[in-house]
C-alpha cells in the first residue's frame, strides 16, 4: 500500500519538475503546449490516485483528507488551464505579443508554478511549504510581468513588494511557530513537522502561537489578497497573461488559504491560545464588503474579476473562520466552485480579449450577438459566480449565510448584503457585455471552448446534484477541520 | 552560556538594528548600497559566531551565502546598475529624516516590548536576536514605504531579509535554515536581475515608482 502512495506522491512532484526542465530546453513551439497539457493531465492522474493509496506521513511528505481534496482540485485545474493554454498561446504568438524564448520561459515556469503549488500542498513541514510558496510567488511573479509593457511591469513590481513582505512576515511567524515547538518536542525536524505541531499543540506556550499566528495571517492573508492587503491582486490578474489570472484566482489563492489553515488548527488545538477565528472572519468580512463595492466603475474586465477573486476569498475565509462542521463544509465546497467557475471565466475572458483586442470593458458589447458561444459561456459564468441558482455557488453562499445567522445574525446581515451588492455589480457589467448592440471586431474565435464548458458543466451539476460519496467526503474533512 | 559568547552574539546583533538605522538616513544611492554591504557583513559575522556558539557547523554555510552573495556580490551588481541608469550622483528626497528616525526609535522599542515577555522561556539569546530581529523587519518594511525609488526598496528588502537570517539563526537548532536562506538568496538575486532585466529605466525613463502610477490599469 504504502509503497504505491509514495510511488504516486513522487509522481506529483516529479513529473512537472522534470518537465518544468525539459519544457525550458524543448524549442518547438506546437509540442511543448501539447507536452504541457500531458504532463499536468499525468500529475492530476497521479493525484488522483492518492485518494486510494497513501504513503505514510513522512518528516517532509505527508497525504491526508484535507490535502487531498486541495491537490486533486489543484492539478485539475491546472491540466484543464494548460489545455487553455495551448490555444491562446498559440494566438499570442501569431499576433507578437510573445515571442518563442518567452514561450519556451512561459511553458517552463507554468510547470514549476504547479510543481510549488503541490508540494506546498503536500509538504508535512513548515518550513518547507514555505519555500514552496515563495517559489510559487516567484515564479507568478515573473509570468505576470513576461508582456514587459508598463502596465505589466508595475503589476509584477507590486505584486513582487507585497507579496516579498508577505512571504517575509510568513517567515517570521514560521520561526515563532519553531519556538514554541521546540521547547517542547526539542530541537530538529520533529518541530517543523506539522502533524507533529497539531498532535503536541496543547503543551505550546500560548503567547508565542498568539504572536506567531498574527505573522502568519497577515503573510500568507496578503497571498490569499485579502484586505487590506490585496493591493497586488487586481494588477497581477489584470496584466499577466489570461491562463495565469485563471491559475492565481482558482490555484494559488487557494494554497496560501490552505497554510493559514494548516495554522489555524495547531492555534484551536491549544487552549490557551485566543481563537483564530474572530480574526478570519473579520479579516474575510472586510474583503467581501470592500470587494464587493469595487467591483463597480472599473473599466478592465480581468480587474473586476480580480476584485470579484477577493470577495470569494473573503467568502471563504469568513467560512472557515466561523468554523464548525456546517460552515467548514460549505467553506470547502465554495473553495472548489469558485476554482473551477472563476478560471471557466478566465478561459472566456480570455478569449474575448483576444477577439476584441482589449481589455477595457466599453469597447466590448453584444457578445451574445456577435460571439454567441463566448457570449453565452459568460453570461453562465458570471451567472454562476454571482451566486444564481441553481449554480453551486448559490447553494454554498446560502449554507454560510444561514449558518452565520444562527449564531451571528449582524455578521450574517452584512455578509448577506454584500453579497447583493457584488450580485448587482456583475449583473450590471453582464448586460452591457453580453447584450445589446455588437462592438468592436467579429471575427470568428478559434480556441476550445472544452475546458470552459467543462469548468461550468461541473459547476451547474454540483448545484444540482452533488454526488453523495463527495459530500460524505466534505463533511468527513469539515468535520476534521478545526 | 559564556558571558562572553553572548555578549559578543547581542554585539552583532545589536549591530545589525544600528546599521538598519544608518539605511534610513542614506540620501545617496552610493551611500545606500555601501551601508547594505555593512548590513549584510554584519549578518554574516552575526550567523557565523552563532555557528561557533551553537556548534552547528550547517550555519557556516549561511553566513559563507550572507558575506558572498549580500555583502559582495549583489552591492557589486547594484552599483553597476545605479550608474547604469545614472542615478549614483542623485539625492534621494527622504521624507523628514527626523521624523522617520523617530518612528524607527518607536518600532524598535516595540518590538523589544512584544518580543522579550514572549520569548522569555527561550533563553538569553534566542530572546535577544528575537526582538532585534523583529526591529531590524519593521525598519525594513519603514525604509520600504519611505523610499520611492526602486533600487532603496529592493535594499529595504534585503535588510529585511537579513533580519529574517537573524531570527532564524538565533532559533536554536531550527532544520532547513541553509534551504530558506538559499531560497531567499535566489528570490534576491532574481529580483536585483529584474530590475536590471525588466529595464525600468528603459521602459519608463526613471526608477522613480511615482511614475509607474501613470500607468495603472485603471484609466477611464
Known amino acids: 500500500m504504502s509503497g504505491g502512495g509514495s510511488f504516486f506522491v513522487g509522481a506529483v512532484l516529479i513529473i512537472p519538475a522534470v518537465s518544468a526542465g525539459l519544457l525550458a530546453v524543448l524549442p518547438d513551439n506546437r509540442a511543448t503546449a501539447r507536452l504541457n497539457a500531458l504532463a499536468a493531465f499525468l500529475t492530476f492522474v497521479a493525484a488522483t490516485v492518492l485518494f486510494w493509496e497513501r504513503p505514510a506521513a513522512g518528516h517532509f511528505l505527508i497525504v491526508d483528507d484535507l490535502n487531498v481534496v486541495f491537490i486533486v482540485l489543484s492539478t485539475f485545474v491546472g491540466f484543464t488551464t494548460s489545455v487553455f493554454s495551448g490555444s491562446y498561446i498559440a494566438h499570442e504568438l501569431e499576433t507578437g505579443r510573445l515571442t518563442p524564448i518567452y514561450l519556451r520561459f512561459y511553458h517552463a515556469m507554468y510547470q514549476t508554478l504547479m510543481f510549488a503549488m503541490n508540494l506546498a500542498l503536500l509538504s508535512n513541514n513548515v518550513g518547507l511549504m514555505w519555500v514552496a510558496i515563495e517559489l510559487a510567488t516567484l515564479t507568478t511573479v515573473l509570468m505576470v510581468g513576461i508582456y514587459r509593457t508598463p502596465a505589466a511591469l508595475e503589476a509584477a513590481w507590486k505584486y513582487f513588494l507585497l507579496g516579498s513582505v508577505g512571504i517575509a512576515f510568513a517567515l517570521f511567524g514560521t520561526i515563532l511557530v519553531y519556538l514554541a515547538a521546540h521547547a517542547v518536542v526539542g530541537e530538529g525536524l520533529d518541530a517543523m513537522t506539522w502533524s507533529v505541531l497539531v498532535k503536541r499543540s496543547p503543551e505550546f506556550d500560548p503567547a508565542l502561537l498568539n504572536l506567531a499566528f498574527l505573522f502568519l495571517l497577515l503573510g500568507y492573508g496578503t497571498k490569499v489578497g485579502l484586505v487590506p492587503l490585496h493591493a497586488w491582486l487586481p494588477d497581477a490578474h489584470a496584466e499577466g497573461p489570461t491562463p495565469i489570472s485563471a491559475v492565481l484566482s482558482g490555484l494559488l489563492l487557494n494554497v496560501a488559504l490552505f497554510a493559514v489553515l494548516r495554522f489555524k488548527s495547531v492555534m484551536s488545538a491549544n487552549p490557551g491560545a485566543f481563537a483564530p477565528g474572530p480574526l478570519m472572519v473579520s479579516l474575510g468580512l472586510l474583503s467581501v464588503v470592500f470587494a464587493s463595492f469595487m467591483l463597480y466603475r472599473r473599466h478592465d474586465i480581468k480587474r473586476m474579476f480580480g476584485y470579484s477573486s477577493i470577495e470569494h476569498m473573503g467568502i471563504i475565509t469568513f467560512a472557515f473562520g466561523m468554523g464548525g462542521p456546517l460552515a467548514n463544509f460549505a467553506a470547502l465546497l465554495h473553495m472548489t466552485l469558485h476554482s473551477l467557475t472563476k478560471s471557466g471565466i478566465f478561459f472566456c475572458v480570455g478569449n474575448i480579449a483576444q477577439v476584441k483586442g482589449t481589455q477595457n470593458m466599453r469597447d466590448i458589447r453584444g457578445l451574445t450577438v456577435s460571439h454567441p458561444v463566448l457570449g453565452w459561456g459568460l453570461v453562465l459564468g458570471v451567472a454562476a459566480i454571482a451566486g444564481l441558482p441553481p449554480m453551486g455557488i448559490f447553494m454554498t453562499e446560502f449554507l454560510i449565510v444561514s449558518t452565520t445567522f444562527a449564531r451571528s445574525p449582524l455578521l450574517a446581515v452584512t455578509l448577506g448584503l454584500s453579497l447583493l451588492v457584488a450580485f448587482g455589480a456583475l449583473l450590471l457589467r453582464l448586460n452591457g457585455l453580453a447584450f445589446g448592440d455588437p462592438h468592436g471586431s467579429r471575427e470568428p474565435v478559434r480556441a476550445s471552448f472544452v475546458p470552459m464548458f467543462a469548468h461550468f458543466a461541473l459547476v451547474i451539476a454540483a448545484g444540482i446534484w452533488l454526488p453523495p460519496a463527495l459530500v460524505a467526503w466534505f463533511q468527513h474533512v469539515a468535520g476534521l477541520l478545526r | ?220
Do not use: C
Request: no cysteine; glycine share 8%; charged share 10%.
Open chain 2, 1 to 220: 552560556m559564556d558571558p562572553l559568547a553572548l555578549d559578543v552574539a547581542h554585539l552583532f546583533a545589536g549591530g545589525l538594528v544600528l546599521v538598519s538605522f544608518m539605511l534610513l538616513y542614506q540620501d545617496r544611492m552610493t551611500g545606500l548600497v555601501n551601508t547594505f554591504a555593512l548590513h549584510a557583513l554584519v549578518v554574516s559575522l552575526s550567523v557565523a559566531w552563532q555557528a561557533h556558539i551553537q556548534h552547528a557547523p550547517h550555519l557556516y554555510i549561511t553566513a559563507a551565502i550572507a558575506l558572498i552573495v549580500k555583502a559582495i556580490i549583489i552591492p557589486l551588481a547594484l552599483h553597476r546598475i545605479i550608474v547604469q541608469l545614472g542615478i549614483h550622483r542623485t539625492i534621494e528626497t527622504v521624507v523628514g529624516i527626523g521624523q522617520t528616525m523617530l518612528a524607527g526609535i518607536g518600532l524598535v522599542a516595540l518590538s523589544i516590548m512584544v518580543m522579550l515577555p514572549i520569548t522569555a522561556k527561550a533563553g538569553t539569546l534566542t530572546q535577544q536576536d528575537l526582538a532585534f530581529a523583529l526591529a531590524v523587519l519593521l525598519l525594513g518594511l519603514l525604509m520600504m514605504i519611505s523610499r520611492r525609488n526602486a533600487v532603496s526598496q529592493v535594499i529595504g528588502f534585503m535588510s529585511i531579509e537579513n533580519g529574517l537570517i537573524l531570527a532564524a539563526t538565533g532559533a536554536k537548532g531550527m532544520p532547513l535554515v541553509v534551504e530558506i536562506s538559499v531560497a531567499f538568496s535566489i528570490l534576491i538575486a532574481l529580483i536585483v536581475i529584474g530590475v536590471f532585466l525588466f529595464r525600468i529605466r528603459e521602459s519608463f525613463d526613471t526608477v522613480d515608482i511615482h511614475a509607474l502610477h501613470e500607468y495603472r490599469g485603471e484609466q477611464p
